[in-house]
């Protein structure tokens, strides 16, 4: 990027129809390099209830309230909007092999449930190949998570093509190429052999989809690859997965000394542990989506659906977790927004709660060593 960048433009909401006595679809727009971009922000209003000037939905007593109700909506959205876009223009400041991708970031951010159309330069000697890996990631990786997690194993390509001098071409990479990188990062910075081998794979899955992908046919043989080997031991490798015990659950659940927030935290990790269901599961049970089902030997089961999944789920309804869902049915949540369904909340909410774990969980006193095995590079060591 030789030019001059400046992020200095701003978001702005129109509505689709002006004129029409209907919701009509809100678009957020921006122009960046003399462009202008439209999204969709998922969001209706009345044209008669839109506040262009303030761009806002107006919330009048003159209405009614349902109509208040579904401003309020789209308010909060463009509230939510507004802090998203420049969180995210904050990103490609830092991030700026990122703004060729512009429009896919900020689309993704305004509105991440839309599709997005990929179109692929026809002359890919035109392109390079970090690039063509880069779409590779957008098109193929539907979890944004993991899509930022590929975007920096093109980045990690990149710097090793440079260092060693190896044209940044879809013909020059090869099976020798993906080989001596595995070695390279060996070299430059010994790290977790899984680590490694994630950067070096995460590569070849992208080089793969480049492969099947009728607009690029990249052709690369990916085949014969040679992997470092992770030596270790299956139970070597499994040292560092430890479950807590009965006994340390109940000093986690029955430890007095605790803040409000630390006591939401610690029965939010007790129902995780005794229903054994990932942190995206526990806003929908504590919706109440869930059905309890008494047994004939009279213990009791409860069942819902898992979110990633999306099949039902049925276990013992532990005592512990029937106290901790009827408790909060009755008094809600003061201190964790857990029930939000703003990604941007719900992704600090999570960050917020492990730290805040580890703090009830070292009050409660499980400090107890746990030694583990790991390969950094080629060397097993013994850690604790």
Not at 6 to 17: A, G, H, T
Not at 121 to 133: E, F, P, V, W, Y
Request: glycine share 4%.
């Amino acid at each position: 990027m030789s030019e001059q960048v400046f992020l200095d433009f701003s978001l702005n909401f129109n509505l689709r129809q002006t004129k029409k006595n209907m919701p009509t679809i809100i678009y957020a727009l921006f122009t960046f390099r003399g462009r202008q971009y439209k999204v969709n922000i998922g969001a209706k209003v009345y044209p008669t209830q839109w506040n262009k000037r303030k761009q806002i939905a107006t919330i009048s007593n003159g209405q009614t309230r349902l109509d208040n109700r579904n401003n309020e909506i789209v308010n909060k959205k463009i509230r939510s909007l507004l802090a998203i876009f420049e969180e995210k223009k904050n990103y490609l400041c830092e991030n700026l092999e990122r703004i060729d991708f512009l429009f896919e970031e900020m689309r993704q951010a305004i509105n991440p449930n839309l599709k997005t159309r990929y179109t692929i330069m026809k002359d890919n000697n035109q392109l390079s190949a970090t690039l063509i890996l880069s779409q590779m990631a957008e098109k193929n990786i539907l979890s944004e998570n993991s899509r930022k997690i590929y975007l920096g194993y093109v980045t990690a390509f990149k710097e090793y093509l440079e260092a060693k001098g190896i044209s940044n071409s879809l013909s020059a990479i090869n099976t020798d190429v993906l080989e001596d990188y595995q070695q390279f990062l060996l070299e430059r910075n010994p790290v977790k052999i899984k680590t490694l081998l994630n950067k070096v794979k995460g590569i070849v899955t992208l080089i793969n989809h480049a492969n099947k992908d009728k607009a690029i046919k990249a052709n690369i043989n990916t085949n014969g690859i040679t992997y470092l080997e992770d030596k270790r031991s299956k139970e070597q490798k499994k040292s560092k997965q430890v479950p807590l015990t009965e006994e340390q659950l109940l000093a986690i659940y029955n430890y007095a000394d605790l803040r409000p927030r630390e006591v939401e935290a610690r029965d939010l990790f007790i129902c995780q542990c005794l229903l054994g269901q990932r942190i995206s599961d526990l806003p929908k049970i504590f919706k109440g989506e869930y059905t309890i089902t008494k047994l004939e030997d009279g213990n009791e089961v409860i069942s819902f659906i898992v979110q990633k999944t999306t099949e039902e789920a049925t276990l013992y309804l532990f005592p512990v977790v029937k106290e901790i869902l009827e408790r909060y049915k009755e008094t809600g949540f003061k201190y964790i927004d857990l029930l939000t369904e703003d990604e941007r909340i719900v992704k600090k909410n999570e960050a917020k709660l492990n730290r805040t774990i580890k703090q009830v969980c070292e009050k409660a006193g499980l400090d107890s060593d746990i030694n583990y095995v790991e390969q950094i590079g080629s060397n097993i060591t013994k850690k604790r």
